[in-house]
């Protein structure tokens, strides 16, 4: 009878275990399209830290990312189970604050440059430069476990919706799983991405004068070519990624929006046009959300001055 009971067990395990890996499969390909757009955040964030500093960098938020994530999973859950309608409101406001960072990102860029003269260690009057740059860097960290809260929300609640009808223990280990495989997925790739100079260096400096030490000093000096030109690359496009991600949950949030891109979409004949018409009507939304966020914000700042002054 014991071993009966075993076997059975050991059958039920199995069972769930092959249902766990299909919804697994499943979450993973709907949350491609945000992982995609992570990595492209994530890389841009941390690049611009000393050499010496990208990795440790990079274990840092990684590490943010990871509690991120352990916050998220059992309040995704309790939400689910107990107030299933703040799953929406909650991911829109991440999704408001997406499209607020990537436009006040480029307001400062374009009309604040001088602003961000404290960046310079040698303008800092009583501050030597290795605590300036540690500074610099916490911010950078901080900057970017603050986005990836955003985007871990969307995974998470992405995966949530694809597992709603699964029992609670499916729940948990389909959303671990998810929250592990993208942590690790991620931040694996942006220590590669990060370190890829280092790896050109290291190959254009092969002494030899066969085939092929000439062939590894060719690829080295194509990395080192290629990966400024992908970094800058990674900005422009982790900048849009705000806008698209952000404006995407606005969107999917909001039916009237919702619909009236999906029927403009509809009426585009182009097989090509048609297809990513949503998409860029989700960013110039998220654009036109961040602005109006971004106006919120600094009004809010000088009323609070007045107020202040008073």
């Known amino acids: 009878m014991a071993g009966a009971s075993l076997l059975t067990l050991i059958d039920d395990i199995a069972t769930i275990l092959d249902d766990v890996s299909v919804m697994t499969k499943v979450a993973a390909k709907k949350t491609a399209g945000v992982l995609g757009d992570d990595l492209a955040l994530n890389a841009q964030q941390v690049s611009g830290v000393n050499a010496d500093r990208e990795l440790p960098v990079v274990w840092a938020v990684a590490k943010g990312s990871a509690i991120n994530k352990i916050i998220l999973v059992p309040l995704a859950l309790v939400i689910s189970g107990l107030a299933n309608w703040l799953v929406t409101p909650l991911l829109m406001l991440g999704g408001l604050f997406l499209c607020f960072e990537g436009v006040e990102k480029l307001f400062h860029k374009f009309f604040h440059a001088e602003k961000h003269i404290h960046h310079d260690p040698k303008k800092l ?15 950078k960290v901080k900057g970017a476990i603050r986005t990836d809260f955003v985007l871990s929300a969307e995974i998470i609640v992405i995966t949530l919706g694809t597992v709603a009808t699964a029992t609670f223990t499916q729940q948990i280990l389909v959303l671990t799983g998810i929250a592990a495989v993208m942590t690790v ?26 085939l092929v030490a000439a062939l590894k000093r060719k690829l080295g000096f194509g990395i080192l070519w290629f990966a400024p030109h992908m970094m800058k690359t990674l900005s422009v496009v982790g900048t849009a990624a705000m806008f698209l991600v952000g404006g995407a949950i606005l969107v999917h949030g909001i039916p009237m929006v919702h619909h009236t891109i999906q029927h403009i979409s509809n009426g585009i004949s ?16 998220g654009v036109i959300a961040g602005i109006a966020a971004l106006m919120v914000m600094l009004a809010a700042k000088k009323l609070l001055k007045i107020i202040k002054a008073k």
Request: glycine letters at 16%; hydrophobic letters at 40%; a negative charge.
């Open 125 to 139: 009057i009583g501050q030597d430069e290795s605590k300036t740059l540690e500074v610099l860097e916490k911010e």
């Open 185 to 210: 997925g991620v931040y694996g790739l942006v220590a590669g991405i990060v370190k890829l100079d280092d790896g050109g260096l290291y190959l254009a400096s092969c002494k030899g004068k066969n």
């Open 270 to 285: 182009n097989g090509f046009l048609h297809a990513v018409m949503p998409t860029l009507l989700d960013g110039v939304f």
